[in-house]
């Protein structure tokens, strides 16, 4: 089946642009996540959806970082005024649940380049 | 959430196995172990988790120690495609839901 999709897959921008990356979870996931990756280190979680929950918001670097979820489907991650330091690969995964030790199935990544 | 230590790298040679360690003495009981991999420009992929107990599926086996302060991925006969990160993180059954990915061990494997 369908694994997790996510677009762009590459996005050059410039400094100080708004700019808003996608993620297509596996049908019938109910959790999400936003993971973001800097050259040459590990991921960092940024966001956390389950179900029609609050959002975990907990690692969002800055208030210029949001994120929205519709239903159990797409969500969708916002930079705004982006600046250099937010270039990295930007990860998201779903699960099954978010309530257990079921494993995330992570999408290929959006590859955000601030110039 | 409970830390965990690997070393940063390991070289293992083409069909022979291949035992990636990891440290986790501050595990608590309801925390499981769980251990992804990444090769070169992709995602994180799920490898294997378990609690207590030694688990085995197809991609590799996962021996953990008595007292849980320590586990050992195995892949039982290492192939060029095993060459990845492999990261072991403590996931626990309370609280947040996120992976905290450390930096893992970069495993080399030798044609």
């Known amino acids: 089946g369908a694994g997790v999709s996510q677009s762009p897959s590459n996005k050059v921008t410039e400094k100080g642009k708004d700019v808003e990356l996608r993620c297509d979870p596996i049908s019938g996931h109910t959790a999400l996540y936003w993971y973001r990756q800097r050259l040459g280190q590990g991921l960092e979680f940024l966001i956390y959806?389950?179900?029609?929950?609050?959002?975990?918001k907990s690692g969002l670097p800055s208030d210029r970082f949001s994120a929205e979820r519709t239903g159990e489907s797409v969500s969708t991650l916002t930079i705004q005024r982006t600046q250099q330091e937010d270039s990295a690969v930007y990860l998201c995964?779903?699960?099954?649940?978010?309530?257990?030790?079921?494993?995330?199935?992570f999408g290929p990544g959006t590859r955000l380049t601030v110039t | 959430d409970a830390k965990t230590t690997q070393p940063n790298s390991m070289e293992s040679n083409e069909e022979e196995p291949v035992h990636l360690p990891c440290n986790h003495s501050t595990i608590s009981g309801t925390d499981y172990i769980h251990w992804y991999r990444q090769l070169p420009s992709q995602g994180p992929e799920y490898v294997i988790h378990g609690l207590t107990s030694n688990v085995n599926n197809r991609m590799a086996s996962l021996a953990i120690a008595e007292d849980r302060k320590s586990s050992t991925l195995i892949l039982h006969r290492a192939t060029l495609r095993d060459a990845a990160v492999y990261y072991c993180i403590l996931r626990s059954l309370q609280g947040a839901q996120k992976l905290v990915f450390g930096q893992g061990t970069r495993l080399t494997i030798n044609p």
């Open positions: 995964a779903s699960s099954v649940n978010g309530q257990g030790p079921y494993e995330q199935y």
């Open positions: 959806f389950q179900g029609n929950s609050a959002p975990d």
